[in-house]
Nanobody
Framework: QVQLVESGGGLVQAGGSLRLSCAASGSTFSINAIGWYRQAPGKQRELVAAISSGGSTNYADSVKGRFTISRDNAKNTVYLQMNSLKPEDTAVYYC??????????WGQGTQVTVSS
C-alpha cells in the first residue's frame, strides 16, 4: 500500500508561481511512476506531468515550458513547480502513484486557483 499527501496549493495571480509537493509513504519501493493530474469543474481529470522511477518525465502540451516535475528520493517526495500560471490552470491537483503491479493510488487533492 502507498499513501500520498499533497500540499502547496493556494490562490495566486496570473503569472505567478506555486510548488506542489506529493509525499509518499508505505510501500514506496514498489512505485514505478508518479504523476500529477488535475480536474477543473465540469471537466475530466487530465494528466499534467509524470516522472518514472528512472527519472523520465512527460508533460501535457498545455504546461510544457511552464511546469517542471522532479523527485527527491531521499524524502520520497515529488514536486510540481508551476510557473507563469494562467487562470485555466485552476483546478484540483491530484498526485497519483503507479506501482509495479500496476495498481494506482491517489492523494486527496490540493486546490490551485489562479486569478486573472
Amino acid at each position: 500500500q502507498v499513501q500520498l499527501v499533497e500540499s502547496g496549493g493556494g490562490l495566486v495571480q496570473a503569472g505567478g508561481s506555486l510548488r506542489l509537493s506529493c509525499a509518499a509513504s508505505g510501500s514506496t519501493f514498489s512505485i514505478n511512476a508518479i504523476g500529477w493530474y488535475r480536474q477543473a469543474p465540469g471537466k475530466q481529470r487530465e494528466l499534467v506531468a509524470a516522472i518514472s522511477s528512472g527519472g523520465s518525465t512527460n508533460y501535457a502540451d498545455s504546461v510544457k515550458g511552464r511546469f517542471t516535475i522532479s523527485r527527491d528520493n531521499a524524502k520520497n517526495t515529488v514536486y510540481l513547480q508551476m510557473n507563469s500560471l494562467k487562470p485555466e490552470d485552476t483546478a484540483v491537483y491530484y498526485c497519483n502513484a503507479l506501482d509495479v503491479a500496476e495498481e494506482d493510488y491517489w492523494g486527496q487533492g490540493t486546490q490551485v486557483t489562479v486569478s486573472s
